[in-house]
């Protein structure tokens, strides 16, 4: 069965340190997601994408971070300074276009800022 | 503000007990409801969806959907310990509510 994919599975940055983590949604998926779970807490939306242009985005996903499409196959989310509240579990998420198609889930990537 | 709430427990049952875990939402555009059970330490996996008012059964699962009180719940038949999970609800644009922890106890 096709599944997402992320990388890595555990990133270990420095405050104020620019990171990429990555993502390859099912290839024929159109809507593509990012989450993020901070230990104990909630899976908060952050931003959704169709089309190459952000759709949605919460009040989280401030000018720090950022989206891309850099390929046919990558979904990307740049966080460019980053703090240490940003450690958290970053989720990758991507839906097919019918309607009530539900999300499929990477296995996230854990961010640790130190 | 789309808000998806749901009753964050935590939920004990024992084991073979009917489980029941509610959600309602503020947006009386949604149309796709979803439940998804997330493991500690592990992504969100889809359980099941519903769309259409009333109950839609899988398995030991059942989601029940009334579109006018808006609110949207699942029950867990014959709750087994492999069972303990948080249980989080998602409306159509991909919200989650806070998810309920639920423990099946042996």
């Known amino acids: 069965e096709p599944e997402v994919t992320q990388t890595p599975s555990h990133q270990v940055t420095q405050m104020g340190q620019e990171v990429i983590l990555r993502c390859v949604p099912i290839s024929n998926h159109l809507y593509f997601y990012w989450y993020r779970q901070i230990l104990g807490q909630k899976v908060e939306f952050l931003v959704s994408f169709y089309n190459n242009e952000i759709s949605e985005k919460s009040e989280i996903f401030d000018d720090q971070f950022s989206v891309e499409r850099p390929d046919g196959s990558n979904f990307t989310l740049k966080i460019r300074s980053t703090k240490l509240e940003d450690s958290a579990m970053y989720f990758c998420?991507?839906?097919?276009?019918?309607?009530?198609?539900?999300?499929?889930f990477g296995n996230g990537t854990r961010l640790t800022v130190t | 503000q789309k808000e998806v709430e749901q009753n964050s427990g935590p939920l004990s049952v024992p084991e073979g007990a009917i489980a029941s875990l509610n959600c309602t939402y503020s947006d009386r555009g949604s149309q796709s409801f979803f439940w998804y059970r997330q493991y500690s330490g592990k992504s969100p996996e889809l359980i099941m969806f519903i769309y259409s008012n009333g109950d839609k059964e899988d398995g030991r699962f059942t989601a029940q959907l009334n579109k006018a009180s808006q609110y949207v719940s699942l029950l867990i038949r014959d709750s087994q310990p492999s069972d303990s999970a948080t249980y989080l609800c998602a409306v159509n644009d991909m919200r989650f509510g806070a998810g309920t922890r639920l423990t099946v106890k042996p």
């Open positions: 998420a991507s839906r097919a276009l019918e309607t009530h198609s539900p999300l499929h």
